[in-house]
């Protein structure tokens, strides 16, 4: 039963590794952002010499550094344009008369192109976090590295099944780029891409807990720095376990609403 979608996942690494070279380029000008957000933050730190939300200048820049890992290990690239293309183009149909899942096998592009992006920009973040060595602070406790892997694991689940749902918006809207740039923008700011979310005042944060956005980059990076602990770090990886669960179902819902809407209008 595996041995299909382990096909496609061997499929997907051929494919995509022919785009290593974009990759590279990609990881390395994804950096320059990082170099932006160490001027702002030193200049807000010159300014005042006292923490913001219990962060000092180095433990920003960990901080940041942390985001930059985790998105390069969890975030999908392009997967909801090439699902929305797949229904536009009517090559969906191809997947409703041959026995194999369309989510399994978009998870499996998905953990194949991960994977080839991951090897392949190792080194430029690699060098990002040697030049900022100084910043870098390990886990003092062993069990934070498992548990880390575990919620960032999670955290490509919640990424990937976003987008997948999203893009099955294009069963009934053709063009779906602005609904995509719209709640992208709600991702990129609740994410924790753009400053930690824990600086934010206490009622915002209470809000964002339930919300599937934080878990997607913000929770893993505090599970790793340890600013997490005890039962707040169980009930934020439970949280997190029931956005994964709850958007497979949100996505099974909508797939089988749209498959008749397909079906009906002549897919």
């Known amino acids: 039963m595996l041995h299909k979608y382990w096909k496609v996942f061997d ?3 051929q494919n995509t590794f022919v785009y290593r070279w974009n990759f590279l380029l990609r990881s390395l000008f994804g950096l320059v952002p990082l170099a932006g957000t160490v001027f702002i933050w030193k200049a807000i730190f010159e300014g005042s010499q006292s923490k913001v939300g219990g962060y000092d200048f ?6 940041f550094l942390m985001i930059i890992l985790v998105d390069n290990l969890v975030t999908p690239t392009e997967d909801e344009w ?3 293309s797949d ?12 026995p194999l899942n369309y989510l399994g096998y978009r998870l ?7 994977l080839v992006y991951t090897i392949i920009t190792v080194i430029p973040v690699g060098l990002a976090f040697y030049w900022f060595r100084e910043f870098v602070v390990l886990p003092k406790s062993l069990l ?14 919640i990424s990937f099944l976003i987008a997948y749902t999203l893009a099955l918006i294009a069963f009934w809207i053709l063009e779906i780029s602005t609904i995509v740039f719209i709640l992208y923008s709600f991702e990129y700011f609740l994410s924790g891409q753009t400053f930690p979310l824990d600086i934010m005042p206490g009622w915002f944060q209470a809000i964002l807990r339930w919300l599937p956005f934080p878990y997607e980059l913000f929770f893993p990076v505090q599970v790793f720095l340890e600013r997490v602990q005890g039962a707040e770090l169980w009930q934020g990886l439970g949280i997190q376990a029931a956005w994964v669960g709850i958007l497979f179902l949100i996505s099974q819902a909508i797939w089988r609403r749209g498959i008749r809407h397909y079906q009906a ?3």
Request: charged residues 10%; glycine residues 10%.
């Open 144 to 157: 934070t590295w498992p548990l880390f892997f575990l919620s960032a694991a999670m955290a490509a689940g």
């Open 82 to 84: 090439q699902i929305a």
């Open 108 to 114: 499996s592009l998905f953990l194949s192109y991960r």
């Open 87 to 98: 229904i536009r183009e009517g090559q969906i149909s191809a997947f409703l008369i041959k």
């Open 265 to 267: 209008v002549g897919g």
């Open 58 to 63: 180095a433990s920003m820049i960990w901080y």
């Open 11 to 13: 499929i997907g690494l």
